[in-house]
């Protein structure tokens, strides 16, 4: 009887290599005997298991065997290998298929085949030339030994997954982030250049080199205001650049191409351009510049803000020769340039924002003073025009006729009026500019607030309206400026006798801890809700609103909130139409808290 091993016949390739894809089809074609791994049959059946997990998997997965280390391996790592690799590297020894890396992988491959210890990679550069030319790649991987029949190690077993993209990206986010932050706080466009430039520095792995140049106002000449990655003096001869003299069609240096088609345009010639001594080194690189392409290349990038067509700078960036200019690549070149238009973008903004603000300073300055000046104009006239006014109608020894007298007294009456409205924009200007000096003075605000609205009583109860003073002693002096005081109280009544027909006007002054709280209130017209956020703001007037008298500047409660933040204290009103309205004054009792 035979036996056992007798038996079993020996597996076919078609048989261990069954499915598997592409590669599968590639190991059943191949000729095994004039491998290093020979005939298919001879194989362990330790190797035949590894194949056939490998080539079922869709992970990156291969094998390596025997002591030259043996490629096998599946359609997921496939692209790994690049247009050059494959398909020679099956069956080919590692070292041959990976001579530019093996000084990194070799001994690992190695150690695992003599001590059989596992090993993880995580995020491991390797420079490959899969393509052509030496590529900045990253894997994370694991090498595991596989023990024949005997016991033995026979090789080694690799999950791979190629993490480049992912590396790169993070690379690439850290430094836009880096940009977004850095240039927040730029105060020029220049500015915003140079610390772009210097984020730049930081990755010269991406970015080389850059040059970033703003135009001027006809887009003829570029300024160059921001650099990185060249050696000194490599740019003596490229601060300012006339675009109209250089060729659109200049494969060197297409500056004038990008400005007017607003696309990316590729910089060639580099090394030739600026020398090569002028050009940086590689980053951690060293080993591997003998197999570096010497000729770099950039791109050209128009600095666009957004909304507009025309550019209004460029960026030049060098293109690294160790990483494939793809789509996420070229990506990543646009994006810092939209993140310097936009830096340029909001310094410029802010600067036509500050200069829009000086000037409204300059204009509000202006009209402060011509009612300073209009005020005193106004006010020696009509004191004059008093004068005579006021000694006709006192002359006891001259008595006017009754029609006379009655015509004077509407001058008067009407003289005094416009007086008082001079008056309000004489100290309405002294506010403004800061010539109001307060003096702060220990006052006992109850009486002086008690007889200040008792000025007001008697027109007020004359207009058949109650009137209610409730300003109990406070607890302390309260330290204000007297005359200041007393504008905004008569302000605050005058507004409350204005606009209330029926009903009561309440006078209330109490102490909050080291506050002191006036509160003025009204059964009037009220104020409509739209109005309250301006009611306290210059010039401004509520419309439609049924009031004792229409005159008025507009700027009385604008007077009492620039007096209350004098005081360090504020302003607050509250109201509806057809219910009345209230005032709040808030000012602090402590000297110390005061003019802030």
Known sequence: MDSLSEQVKAPTAEEIFAGGGDM????????????????????????RTAV???????????????????????DAYRPMLGATKHPMAM???????????WDIIGPMLEGVLREGKATWSENQLLLLERNGYPEECYFTFSYSPIRDESGRIGGVFTAVTETTQQVLSERRLDTLRELATSTYDAQTAEDACQIAARVLEKNTADIPFALLYLLDSDGKQARLLGASGFVDGALISLPQINLSTLDEQDEVWPLAQAVHTGQAAFVTKVAGLFGPEHLPALPNYEDAIDRVPTRQSGLALPIIRPGQKEPYGLFVAGISP???LNEHYQGFFTLVASQVASAVANVRAYQEARAQANALAELDRAKTIFFSNVSHEFRTPLTLLLGPIEDALADTGHVLPARQRERLEIVRRNALRLLKLVNILLDFSRIEVGRAQAVYEPTDLAALTTDLASIFRSAIERAGLRFEVDCPPLPEVVYVDREMWEKIVLNLLS?????????????????????????????????????LPLIFQRFHRVHNTHARTHEGTGIGLANVRRIVQRHGGRTRAEGAVGNGATFFVTVPACLEDLDK
């Open 91 to 101: 069956g080919q020894p590692g070292r041959e298929c990976w001579p530019e890396i």
């Open 24 to 47: 599968g089809a590639l190991m059943r074609s191949l000729d095994w005997s004039k491998t290093r791994l020979g005939p298919v049959e001879n194989w362990p059946q330790s190797l």
């Open 322 to 324: 160790i990483l494939q």
């Open 495 to 531: 507004n409350a006798f204005k606009f209330t027909f029926a009903g009561q006007i309440t006078v209330a002054l109490r102490s909050t801890g080291d506050q002191v709280q006036l509160e003025v209130a009204d059964t009037g017209t009220g104020i409509p809700a739209e109005e």
């Open 52 to 74: 056939s997990i490998c080539l079922a998997s869709h992970f990156p997965m291969l094998i390596w065997w025997g002591p030259e280390l043996v490629k096998l391996y599946n």
